[in-house]
């Protein structure tokens, strides 16, 4: 394992243990573009695994042991960096470094398990990063702005906070990622189906019901260094696939300085490392940025950066070089991003795909084909 960083050479290996994962197969070109080598660790039906950027791809088996495959994959590539492509990644990863720290792996990985520590930033608050509940409780301990909510261990506790916070009421679980495990409920019988769902499903240890904020779905997506927030891009969501919480389909480059200034704070008490994103709700009233969630991995918009001059991958390959991270004028006048397949699936006759710019990966024929065939 290499102990330092090549000059004007660094290297990076995404790990993506999800094969549905869309945004993450973008990464590589940007990171590409930016300077770096690329190496991914996947399956092999994923998408990641068709795009030509990844100048080597290792495979990931799809049930098993998957710890000494990537030992043997991060040993021949010798990566300065992994990048967690989706939840299920961060997770094994935050795993291996645990598991290292309280002597569960042999010393004679102790390499990989350093990898994953410097690639992660500090253990101590790997769950948090991850649980919505403990993100917004470390951000109200900031100062940070965030939605009310409370705890609910049953039907009656979220209708006293319907009665208090008014509708619509969000009832979310701990866990969950792209609008999932969070149900946005009019009605005293959709809470009561909002509970029951999440209750049943055994995804979430803990429910809370939470303060809906009318406004507008905004994320601050950011690259960091040990809490330091080398960059960071803002975009308002224009449309969601699927309704009402999915992923943006349709994203707009804005400036937001309480969210910026919100997601630096918060990595900054993570120490965190590696791509990252925090979710926001702009009031229509106000303007002000309320606090959501924490993602600690790379969102589908962070390869975007290039566009308008604020490149994250750029931003990254600097600080492992060595060398000062300027930025560039933007690269388009476009403001409006259609993502593609994303939006094509939710409307193949919207406006989007001709008046913003259409985010298209032409130039890499394989994986353009595997989106298509995916969507239709």
Same mark, same amino acid.
């Given at each position: 394992?290499?102990?330092?960083?090549a000059?004007?050479?660094?290297?990076?290996?995404?790990?993506?243990?999800?094969?549905?994962?869309?945004?993450?197969? &973008?990464?590589?070109?940007?990171?590409?573009?930016? *300077?770096?080598?690329v190496?991914?660790?996947? /399956?092999?039906?994923?998408?990641?695994?068709?795009?030509?950027?990844?100048e080597?791809?290792?495979?990931?088996?799809?049930?098993?042991? #998957?710890?000494?495959?990537?030992?043997?994959?991060?040993?021949?590539?010798?990566?300065?960096?992994?990048?967690?492509?989706c939840?299920?990644?961060?997770?094994?990863?935050?795993?291996?470094? /645990?598991?290292?720290?309280?002597?569960?792996?042999?010393?004679?990985?102790?390499?990989? +398990?350093?990898?994953?520590?410097?690639?992660?930033?500090?253990?101590?608050?790997?769950?948090?990063?991850l649980s919505? /509940?403990?993100?917004?409780?470390?951000?109200? &301990?900031? *100062?940070?702005? %965030?939605?009310?909510?409370?705890?609910?261990?049953?039907?009656?506790?979220?209708?006293? =906070?319907?009665?208090?916070?008014?509708?619509?009421?969000?009832?979310?679980?701990?866990?969950?990622?792209?609008?999932?495990?969070?149900?946005? =409920?009019?009605? &005293?019988?959709?809470?009561?189906?909002?509970?029951h769902?999440?209750?049943?499903?055994?995804?979430?240890?803990?429910? +809370?019901?939470?303060?809906?904020?009318?406004? %507008?779905?905004?994320?601050?997506?950011?690259?960091?260094?040990?809490?330091?927030?080398?960059?960071?891009?803002?975009?308002?969501?224009?449309?969601?696939?699927?309704?009402?919480a999915?992923?943006?389909? +349709?994203? @707009?480059?804005?400036?937001?300085?309480?969210?910026?200034?919100?997601?630096?704070?918060?990595? &900054?008490?993570?120490?965190?490392?590696?791509?990252?994103?925090?979710?926001?709700?702009?009031?229509?009233?106000?303007?002000?940025?309320?606090?959501?969630?924490?993602?600690?991995?790379?969102?589908?918009? =962070?390869?975007?950066?290039?566009?308008?001059?604020?490149?994250?991958?750029?931003?990254?390959? =600097?600080?492992?070089?060595?060398?000062?991270?300027?930025?560039?004028?933007?690269?388009?006048d476009?403001?409006?991003?259609?993502?593609?397949?994303?939006?094509?699936? @939710?409307?193949?006759?919207?406006h989007?795909?001709?008046?913003?710019? /259409?985010?298209?990966?032409?130039?890499?024929?394989? #994986?353009?084909?595997?989106?298509?065939?995916?969507?239709?």
């Amino acid at each position: 394992m290499s102990d330092s960083i090549a000059p004007n050479e660094p290297r990076l290996m995404i790990v993506l243990m999800s094969g549905t994962w869309l945004g993450i197969s &973008r990464l590589p070109k940007a990171l590409s573009m930016a *300077g770096f080598r690329v190496a991914t660790f996947c /399956h092999d039906t994923s998408f990641l695994s068709r795009t030509r950027y990844a100048e080597r791809t290792f495979k990931a088996p799809t049930a098993g042991d #998957l710890f000494a495959p990537l030992v043997a994959a991060a040993r021949q590539y010798k990566p300065d960096m992994i990048i967690p492509g989706c939840e299920s990644s961060v997770h094994f990863l935050h795993e291996i470094v /645990h598991a290292g720290s309280d002597g569960r792996l042999d010393q004679t990985v102790q390499d990989v +398990v350093e990898l994953a520590r410097r690639s992660l930033g500090a253990p101590a608050y790997y769950r948090a990063t991850l649980s919505k /509940h403990e993100t917004l409780r470390i951000a109200a &301990r900031l *100062g940070l702005r %965030t939605p009310q909510q409370s705890f609910i261990s049953g039907v009656e506790d979220a209708m006293r =906070c319907a009665d208090e916070y008014g509708y619509p009421l969000v009832i979310k679980g701990e866990f969950g990622s792209g609008g999932s495990g969070v149900r946005i =409920c009019g009605t &005293r019988d959709k809470i009561a189906e909002a509970f029951h769902s999440l209750n049943a499903s055994g995804a979430s240890s803990l429910i +809370v019901a939470q303060q809906y904020i009318h406004g %507008t779905a905004a994320m601050q997506t950011a690259i960091a260094i040990a809490g330091e927030m080398l960059e960071s891009l803002t975009f308002q969501k224009e449309r969601c696939h699927p309704q009402p919480a999915g992923p943006g389909s +349709v994203v @707009r480059h804005t400036e937001h300085a309480e969210a910026k200034h919100a997601a630096s704070a918060l990595i &900054r008490e993570y120490g965190y490392t590696g791509f990252g994103h925090c979710d926001f709700i702009i009031e229509n009233e106000t303007g002000a940025a309320f606090l959501l969630e924490f993602n600690p991995r790379p969102s589908p918009v =962070c390869h975007l950066g290039w566009l308008f001059g604020q490149d994250l991958c750029r931003a990254l390959w =600097c600080r492992l070089a060595g060398t000062t991270y300027r930025r560039q004028p933007p690269a388009s006048d476009y403001r409006t991003v259609a993502l593609f397949p994303s939006e094509w699936s @939710r409307d193949p006759q919207s406006h989007f795909l001709t008046q913003a710019y /259409h985010d298209i990966p032409e130039d890499d024929p394989a #994986l353009l084909d595997a989106f298509i065939r995916a969507c239709t």
